[in-house]
């Protein structure tokens, strides 16, 4: 089902007020569109740079109904935002992406059924529902060899390296089932790692997708550092990888920016791929492409949203991306002299807390 494009002057509602937020509402503003922010904290760094704002909490009907009357379109920027809180917008407004994506994408429990009903590559797991369920998942995955690495994560409420646990052995499950408690969780078998990166995919409401080169993804303490582009893949890698993405999307009736985080797997001298997670929105490993591409992921994404043609994916640059954590984005001055050509955003976030992503910057490249 194709959807009306929206005119410059119509409103795109973003539900989240961060720092992809922030972005996307000033993108908006680039192509002439203005921004809504609903988010329930006041010092929102999205608020700042929109047009409307609503503050108000996440299971504020009332509220909800009155910021998605106001948009002709609403969008999101994270995925934990309670189902029922996007069940009142789509009542009142267009949602895209859709309710399902953020459903799938929020439960990894729920996300790799999805996934694995498409046939898709995924770490060898098992369901693990409450603590009594947890060494028996371990011996299934272990299968007799009690060294295996395995990774322990929470269906729900995990990013940035949060909400998981490394299992090395039989003497770490009691510490493991403490941790977890009566929750639900993912217990993953570790692969033979050698790098992560991430598709980025747009796709529109007649289903043209657009593909960015993929980045390579370097991550500290289970936050990303580094997006470095292109990330060193086989062709055949890539191509497999991106026809991985676009099944995705095109399963879930998508619309907007994809994220489809990937392993790069060691395989008999070569490599392979297997998905990490999903992410219904713009990325993090995709803010270089604001300066690397002819069209950036968040200006794509309000595209897509708002019913306009898709813009150009095409990379002009090497890249890379450094996220800038707490009290790092202080030197501000001193990475711009060193580099005049350097591409430095800020969030506008006021306490730089320690691992806190505040601002990212990107150098470029001559496009090898």
């Known amino acids: 089902m194709t959807i ?7 409103t795109v509602g973003i539900v989240g007020g961060g720092q992809l937020g922030r972005m996307m509402a000033q993108a908006a503003a680039k192509i002439g569109l203005k921004a809504s922010i609903f988010a329930p904290d006041a010092e929102s760094p999205a608020f700042e740079v929109s047009a409307f704002q609503h503050c108000a909490a996440y299971d504020d009907g009332a509220a909800l109904e009155r910021f998605a009357r106001e948009a002709d379109a609403v969008t999101y920027e994270f995925e934990n935002i309670p189902s029922a809180a996007l069940a009142i917008i789509e009542q009142h407004s267009r949602l895209a992406p859709n309710r399902r994506a953020m459903e ?18 995924c ?17 299934a995955l272990t299968a007799g060899n009690p060294d295996t690495l395995l990774f322990l994560k929470r269906a729900r409420y995990g990013y940035d390296g949060k ?27 570790g692969i033979e790692f050698a790098f992560e990166f991430s598709i980025l995919c747009v796709r529109d409401d007649r289903g043209k997708m657009l593909f960015y080169d993929p980045p390579r993804n370097i991550h500290d303490d289970g936050i990303l550092r580094e997006s470095i582009v292109p990330a060193p893949l086989p062709d055949d890698v890539m191509r497999t ?11 879930l009736g998508y619309v907007g920016v994809l994220a489809v985080e990937m392993f790069a797997e060691k395989r008999n ?16 490993s995709g803010h270089w492409t ?17 019913g306009w043609p898709l813009g150009s994916t095409e990379r002009h640059s090497d890249a890379r991306m450094v996220n800038l954590l707490g009290e790092e984005a202080h ?9 005049p050509s350097r591409s430095l955003t800020l969030y506008g976030k006021k306490d730089a807390m320690n691992g806190r992503k505040m601002g990212h910057y990107v150098d470029l490249m001559p496009k090898t």
């Open 4 to 10: 009306e494009p929206l005119p410059p002057g119509a």
């Open 104 to 121: 799938v994408s929020q439960d990894r429990i729920e996300e790799r059924r999805f996934l694995d009903g498409l046939e898709l590559p």
């Open 123 to 139: 770490a060898p797991y098992a369901e693990v529902h409450g603590k009594d369920d947890l060494e028996s998942a371990w011996r």
């Open 163 to 189: 909400g998981q646990m490394r299992i090395k052995g039989a003497g770490d499950l009691a510490a493991a089932r403490g941790w977890l408690g009566g929750g639900d969780a993912l217990l993953e078998k």
């Open 241 to 251: 990888a991106k026809n991985t993405a676009g099944e995705i999307a095109s399963a």
């Open 269 to 284: 001298g070569g490599l392979g791929a297997v998905i990490n997670e999903i992410a219904p929105r713009v990325h993090n």
């Open 290 to 306: 604001a300066d690397a591409c002819t069209v950036g992921q968040f200006e794509n994404h309000i595209r897509a949203v708002a």
């Open 331 to 339: 030197g501000w001055q001193t990475l711009l002299e060193d580099n």
